[in-house]
Every structure is written in structure tokens, then in C-alpha cells.
């Protein structure tokens, strides 16, 4: 039976893609103030703007690809069960290869009625202000913004309950409930962080740190699981 690998990625996975981080400059994001475009107090003062933001983020996911994190974590599936929680809007895991990926705030392809949590609808153009669900509201992208509930939650918590070694890739570990999950992990189960600049971590058992880019880290990963598991 394949070892149980859960993988938390965040926004850090996917910069060497071309896709920005959050916290890594200015407070805009892309030129915008993060609090007017990803909270549901933004989308009701100026939906236009939300919808043009997101807009603008679902053309530049389109024109990435996946990196060599995202392809070195699809081919983890060889050795390991791997389930990635990830909480990237992008699909650059599935693109990759990885079969079991959940999106715990959300993925920037779907689309759902703003008065309804389900369904959502895949969509891969523009939306604009006027595009309505089949209840007749307004469709407003499917992600999670600030101060909204996360119903993938629970999923995410049953999997880093469950790692037999659990991973944390490019998050700075800020936003809850996704920080949270680390601390599900069984206490003394391998875990490892990599990050380019290692955020600030809780002391935790068995804790292996590779601060380097995505890219390098994952292949460092590779190898260290190979070793630690005689694969
Ligand atoms: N390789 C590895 N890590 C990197 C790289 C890289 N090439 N580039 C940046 N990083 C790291 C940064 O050092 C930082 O620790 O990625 C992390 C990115 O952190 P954030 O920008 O805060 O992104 P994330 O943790 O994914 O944000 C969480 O906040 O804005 C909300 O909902 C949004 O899902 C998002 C959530």
C-alpha cells in the first residue's frame, strides 16, 4: 500500500509560472486593493471591479503553465498516495498530471449564482457585470473571499489527519483555516516546508525545512522521501 503524501501549496507553487503572490509586494495585488476585490463587502460597493479583476486573473491562468513544482508533485503519484489541498485559484496542478487536488478557496474557472453556494459552472471566458445563473442573480466567480466560509474545509482536515508525511509548499501561512492544518498532522509524522523565504512556523515534531524556490525544492523533496521511505 502507497504511503499517505498531503501536500498544502500555496500562491509560492505557482510564481515561477509567472503568477504573483500575495504578500510578496506592495499590499495591491496586480494593481489592485485586495480588501475591494476578494471580500464580499468589495463585490456589493463595485461588482464591475471584482469581475474585471478576476477577469483579468482567469486570461493570465489561461496563458500559464504548470512548473517544474507542480509536474515534480503529479509524479510524486508513482511512490505515494498524494492528495495536494491547495489554495490556489489556478489549475496548474491538474494541468500537471496531480489526479487529487482540492481548492480550498476556490478555482477561478467556475462561476456560481451570487445567491447560491451550489452549483458552480465551469466557465473559461470573461463575465460581465449582467451574466446571470439560471436562478436569474448575478454569476460571481466561485472562490473564497475574505471572511467567507470555506466549505472545503473539512475535506482538507480528514487528509492532513490522515498523512502519513505532509507537505507545505509557497504559503505563508497567514490565512486561516488553511494554516490551521499542519497542526491535524499526527504530531510525530514527517513534515516538511519549502519556501523561498521561510515564514515563521510553530515548533513542530519531525519538521524538515528546504528554503529554496518551489522548483528546487520539490526535487530536494524527492529525493529525501526516496531515501527516508527506500523508494
Ligand atoms: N518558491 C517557493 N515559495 C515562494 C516562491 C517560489 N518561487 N515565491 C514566493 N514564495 C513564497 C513566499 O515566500 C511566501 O511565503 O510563497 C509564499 C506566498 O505567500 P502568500 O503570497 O501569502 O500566498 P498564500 O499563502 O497562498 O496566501 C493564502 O491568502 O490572499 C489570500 O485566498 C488568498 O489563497 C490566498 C491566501
Redesign the pocket.
Known sequence: MKKKLAVLT????S??SGLK????GDGLWEGYD?TEV?SPEGWKRNPALVLDFYNMRRKQTVEASPNKAHTGLAELEKYFNVEIIT??IDDLHERAGSTKVAHL?GEIFKMRSEKLLIPSYEIKGDIQLGDTAPDGNQLRPDIVWFGEAVPMIEKAAEIAMDADVFVV???????YP?AGLVDMVPLYNPKFV????V?YLKPMHNLTVIEK??TE?IKELTVQLKKMFGL
Do not use: M, W, Y
Not at 500555496?10 to 507553487?13: S, Y
Not at 503572490?21 to 510578496?24: A, E, S, Y
Open positions: 500555496g500562491a509560492g507553487i510564481a515561477e503572490t500575495f504578500r510578496d485586495v476578494a489554495q490556489n478557496h509548499v509557497g504559503t505563508s501561512l497567514v490565512v488553511a519549502i519556501d523561498k523565504k515564514p524556490p518551489a525544492g
